[in-house]
């Protein structure tokens, strides 16, 4: 398998098919659970923000969102163990893209606290965010490379509308460039912000910026395995990597998953 620059193995190719089969056969054989982890989080974060700005029905901005997995755990209340099942199992396989999706809008269709949280998702990758909005999992989606580009006027007025915004998995591939970009777009108002990210990911240079844009971060208790090495070669080369930004990995990353911790921003 080929590794990126982070030393991680490359997954470039799953996240860029017109539907989420790829992503979550390939996934499951890593047991890639960090959406499942982070829900109660989320969904904790989204609580309080409805009751702290008297928001009723917060827009959620989700980065790095691929087939629009963080809102169909919290708006439909599926778990992941059901999206593997979903997209994963011999039975999908068998199935047309239109039969996956006409059976995800029957998911839409009977959701539970969907009405209560609405979904942006920003993405790379124009066909998990197109499988996303036809399934109804998302709200609205910003197709965009934040790294390089500013967004343009549309994009700027979708992003502007955002409460809070969260990732799971995503930065490492996006850093504070994506992240001010999106501040800025806010016009003076700031979401909040939760960010699942993998220890060998410093998270200081984005807690940097945010500080110069009015925010306080902080570090939540715990660690939460995101997944598990999908090689020898990418556990070495992680462990290299953690080694340099002055990470141990002893009883955690040596023992075979990649961990991640979550930052909470606020406006201070
Ligand atoms: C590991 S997946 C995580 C997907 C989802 N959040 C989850 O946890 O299951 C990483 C996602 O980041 C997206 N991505 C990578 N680089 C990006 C960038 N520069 N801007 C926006 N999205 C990016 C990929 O297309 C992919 O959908």
């Given at each position: 398998m080929r590794v990126d620059t982070t030393g991680k193995v490359s997954l470039d190719h799953i996240y860029t098919q017109p539907d989420p089969r790829a992503y979550f056969t390939t996934l499951r054989d890593l047991d890639y659970f960090i959406p499942e982890l982070a829900k109660p989080h989320f969904s904790g974060l989204i609580a309080e923000y409805r009751t702290a700005r008297e928001v009723p029905v917060p827009?959620?901005?989700?980065?790095?969102?691929?087939?629009?997995?963080?809102?169909?755990?919290?708006?439909?209340?599926?778990?992941?163990?059901?999206?593997?099942?979903?997209?994963?199992?011999?039975?999908?396989?068998?199935?047309?893209?239109?039969?996956?999706?006409?059976?995800?809008?029957?998911?839409?269709?009977?959701?539970?606290?969907?009405?209560?949280?609405?979904?942006?998702?920003?993405?790379?990758?124009?066909?998990?965010?197109?499988?996303?909005?036809?399934?109804?999992?998302?709200?609205?989606?910003?197709?965009?490379?934040?790294?390089?580009?500013?967004?343009d006027e549309r994009q700027r007025a979708q992003l502007a509308a955002t409460d809070l915004v969260i990732s799971t998995g995503c930065?490492?591939?996006?850093?504070?460039?994506?992240?001010?970009?999106?501040?800025?777009?806010?016009?003076?108002?700031?979401?909040?912000?939760?960010?699942?990210?993998?220890?060998?990911?410093?998270?200081?240079?984005?807690?940097?910026?945010?500080?110069?844009?009015?925010?306080?971060?902080?570090?939540?208790?715990?660690?939460?395995?995101?997944?598990r090495f999908a090689t020898a070669q990418e556990q070495e080369l992680v462990l290299d990597r953690l080694s340099e930004v002055g990470v141990d990995p002893t009883g955690l990353e040596t023992r075979g998953w990649l961990y991640a911790q979550l930052y909470v921003s606020r406006p201070r």
């Open positions: 827009t959620v901005l989700d980065i790095g969102c691929s087939y629009g997995i963080n809102a169909a755990l919290l708006k439909y209340g599926v778990t992941m163990g059901d999206l593997y099942d979903r997209y994963g199992g011999h039975d999908a396989h068998r199935q047309t893209r239109g039969a996956l999706l006409a059976r995800d809008r029957e998911l839409v269709r009977s959701g539970r606290s969907a009405r209560r949280v609405r979904f942006l998702g920003l993405d790379a990758s124009d066909d998990a965010l197109a499988y996303a909005l036809e399934a109804g999992f998302l709200d609205g989606a910003v197709h965009a490379d934040l790294e390089d580009d500013d967004p930065l490492g591939y996006v850093t504070e460039r994506t992240l001010a970009r999106v501040v800025e777009a806010q016009g003076g108002a700031r979401p909040w912000m939760a960010h699942f990210v993998l220890r060998m990911f410093p998270f200081d240079p984005i807690a940097e910026h945010l500080a110069a844009a009015g925010y306080r971060t902080v570090r939540r208790d715990g660690l939460f395995r995101q997944r």
